[in-house]
């Protein structure tokens, strides 16, 4: 049975495992967020190419979130130390920051997530650096369509199963492996909040989608086997095969009719080529 309560100014806004329900001023403050998450993805494009180091990108995505008011979440989160999360290549997600070097050929998830009026805007993007592999541009391309494919599945009367089938299909039909280890979650003035968005699944199932629902779709896509291992750091998730992986996330709000993506690029730079 899953719970459901509605957002008001009185309710209690930490984690209860109910699934809750806002809004249109949350919804506001989410696209106000949201597109801070946007811009500063946007931000970085022209510096996403061979010799800059993902500490450079790290150092670019602070000053901007908190130059234009905001904070980044993962600053200081359980203990975490970066403004962003930079993943190259094999690194299927929560990748850190260091003084490596981006150089041709690599494909890179950037991982943002601006806290701005107190709600939180979480986004990610991969970046292709130099002269990309057509292997590796088709696993961008696939995972992108993964994602927008999940988003045409969350409108009220849906399930979250009908997000994750939408997405396993589309994968698996490229014979390529979805991550189950990590997976969307429920957003608002909590970083991590009910439910767990899984990106598989069987239509029909799971939690029902109802209007001021809002979470993040964010499907992690191989291009072989879905095992992933963490690395020693306590935060790396890398595939067990070495395999390429892929990831964008959107931000969205469940409506009366559909739902609202607050983490669309101002810029057109949704997606690959920039």
């Not at 290549?89 to 690599?106: A, M, Q, R, Y």
């Not at 559909?258 to 690959?272: N, Q, V, Y």
């Amino acid at each position: 049975m899953t719970d459901y309560v509605t957002v008001t100014a009185d309710a209690p806004t930490g984690r209860t495992g109910a699934i809750k329900l806002y809004g249109r001023d949350a919804f506001d403050g989410m696209h106000a967020a949201g597109k801070l998450a946007a811009e500063t993805l946007d931000m970085i494009v022209p510096h996403m190419v061979p010799g800059t180091s993902t500490a450079e990108i790290d150092d670019m995505v602070r000053r901007f979130i908190v130059e234009r008011g905001g904070i980044p979440a993962t600053l200081g989160y359980r203990g975490y130390t970066h403004s962003s999360c930079i993943s190259l290549n094999h690194v299927v997600c929560h990748g850190i920051p260091s003084e490596k070097t981006l150089k041709s050929g690599d494909i890179v998830n950037v991982d943002v997530t601006p806290i701005l009026g107190g709600w939180h805007g979480d986004s990610s993007r991969m970046y292709l650096i130099g002269d990309v592999p057509i292997k590796a541009k088709r696993l961008v391309e696939v995972t992108y369509e993964c994602l927008m494919l999940g988003i045409e599945q969350a409108k009220p009367g849906n399930h979250l199963g009908d997000i994750g089938h939408a997405i396993q299909r589309h994968a698996e039909k490229h014979r390529y492996g979805i991550v189950r280890d990590f997976c969307g979650h429920g957003l608002g003035q909590l970083f991590h909040d009910a439910p767990e968005v899984v990106h598989v699944g069987k239509p029909g199932t799971g939690p029902e989608l109802k209007p001021g629902m809002i979470f993040t779709i964010e499907p992690m896509i191989n291009t072989g086997r879905a095992d992933v291992k963490l690395l020693d750091d306590g935060w790396t998730a890398v595939t067990r095969d070495r395999s390429l992986s892929a990831q964008f996330e959107h931000s969205i709000g469940i409506t009366e009719t559909g739902c609202e993506i607050f983490t669309l690029s101002p810029g057109g730079f949704d997606k690959p080529p920039y």
